[in-house]
T-cell receptor
């Protein structure tokens, strides 16, 4: 398997523009997580899905952020309008859980977002 | 609530030195504990894990023992290499709340000099 795929790898945009980040999880995984990483705040969980349904979006910082998972193989994180403080590396991760056992989260390579 | 506390970095060592990165946790239930590693320009990847008290996780020469009495999960390696330079994250997952979320520490940067 190719692992978790994220696109684009780098995004530079201007304040006020809409930004869409994309993620393709590992086939067969039923959980998908979106994280944001900054020097100041470290690694933050933004939202996660189970079987394409959002379970917990309490980490989404503002209404400017939204995430969707229209099917098991695709998710998007959208920021509209973007602001300079949104500059960060955004990671997508996926995992598979059978019963109560824990299985590791597999991370994508991340999208480095710069908002000017 | 659940939380993870790691020692501040960066940690700078010479090659072949002994490594310890401290990690302590607070959890309301019965957490599983993990160490993830992030190499430059990459995403996080699982290094090792332990799912119950007294378990020892090990991988690539790294070890960590789940100590319930001290609520700790310190990462150790007997002889580090330059290639171990990375950021290391301690994390927990508490299934008591039926969630598969990971709670991460702030990360500790390790720099190994030749």
């Amino acid at each position: 398997d190719a692992g978790v795929i994220q696109s684009p790898r780098h995004e530079v945009t201007e304040m006020g523009q809409e930004v869409t980040l994309r993620c393709k999880p590992i086939s067969g995984h039923d959980y998908l997580f979106w994280y944001r990483q900054t020097m100041m705040r470290g690694l933050e969980l933004l939202i996660y899905f189970n079987n394409n349904v959002p379970i917990d979006d309490s980490g989404m910082p503002e209404d400017r952020f939204s995430a969707k998972m229209p099917n098991a193989s695709f998710s998007t994180l959208k920021i509209q309008p973007s602001e300079p403080r949104d500059s960060a590396v955004y990671f997508c991760a996926s995992s598979f859980h059978s019963g109560s056992s824990y299985n590791e989260q597999f991370f994508g390579p991340g999208t480095r977002l710069t908002v000017l | 609530g659940n939380s993870v506390t790691q020692m501040e970095g960066p940690v700078t060592l010479s090659e072949e030195a002994f490594l310890t990165i401290n990690c302590t946790y607070t959890a309301t239930g019965y957490p599983s504990l993990f160490w993830y590693v992030q190499y430059p320009g990459e995403g996080l990847q699982l290094l090792l894990k332990a799912t119950k008290a007294d378990d020892k996780g090990s991988n690539k020469g790294f070890e960590a023992t789940y100590r319930k009495e001290t609520t700790s999960f310190h990462l150790e390696k007997g002889s580090v290499q330059v290639s171990d330079s990375a950021v290391y994250f301690c994390a927990l997952s508490d299934l008591l709340d039926s969630s598969y979320k990971l709670i991460f520490g702030s990360g500790t940067r390790l720099l190994v000099r030749p």
